[in-house]
């Protein structure tokens, strides 16, 4: 199965604090693939995100679809950091979980790693919020979208949306 990265490894890198020293390995794409199931798909909706795939896949991006891939970046790409950073803070060992930060490992602290992914996490919502107002500002240039497709509308998760977050002039506080 051929699978299309929705974000390269620059662009990830250059976006959080994955050490550029990281090579992504099979764990890593794995993560980011289900990255951008969970967060990109449900949010575009399964129409947008094959045609998205397949643009990607053949490197033929519409300007429209350019500007909505620079919108979610930043989003998934913290998504990605949050899920993949206990495995890159720690590594499992015949003892526990250590850190790598000698040849031996030293045990990992759960306070440091929870703030840690609470930062990711944080800066991914933010980034999440963001993108869902610019995907309602800008739906006209994406007819493949609805906010209440099959999918499930991208910020309450009903159908029919029923959230009103965008009334076309203002945002409104959910």
């Known amino acids: 199965m051929n699978i299309v990265s929705l974000i390269t490894e620059n662009e990830?890198?250059?976006?959080?604090?994955?050490?550029?020293?990281?090579?992504?390995?099979?764990?890593?794409?794995?993560?980011?693939?289900?990255?951008?199931?969970?967060?990109?798909?449900?949010?575009?909706?399964?129409d947008l995100y094959n045609e998205l795939v397949t643009q990607i896949g053949t490197n033929t991006l519409t300007p429209a679809n350019v500007l909505l891939r620079e919108a979610y970046l930043p989003m998934l790409a913290w998504y990605i950091y949050y899920e993949w950073l206990p495995f890159d803070y720690a590594k499992a060992r015949e003892q526990s979980l250590v850190n790598q930060e000698s040849p031996y490992g030293s045990p990992v602290s759960d306070t440091t790693l929870t703030y840690m992914r609470g930062q990711s996490k944080s800066f991914a919502e933010r980034s999440e919020i963001e993108f869902k107002k610019w995907l309602l500002?800008?739906?006209?240039?994406?007819?493949?979208?609805?906010?209440?497709?099959?999918?499930?509308?991208?910020v309450c998760g009903n159908t029919p949306c029923r959230c009103n977050i965008y009334n076309g002039?203002?945002?409104?506080?959910?």
């Open 12 to 46: 990830l890198k250059s976006l959080t604090s994955i050490s550029t020293n990281n090579t992504i390995t099979s764990p890593l794409r794995q993560i980011m693939y289900q990255c951008q199931l969970q967060y990109v798909k449900t949010l575009i909706c399964e």
């Open 169 to 174: 002039t203002t945002f409104i506080t959910i």
């Open 137 to 154: 500002v800008n739906q006209d240039n994406y007819p493949l979208w609805s906010p209440d497709c099959g999918c499930g509308c991208s």
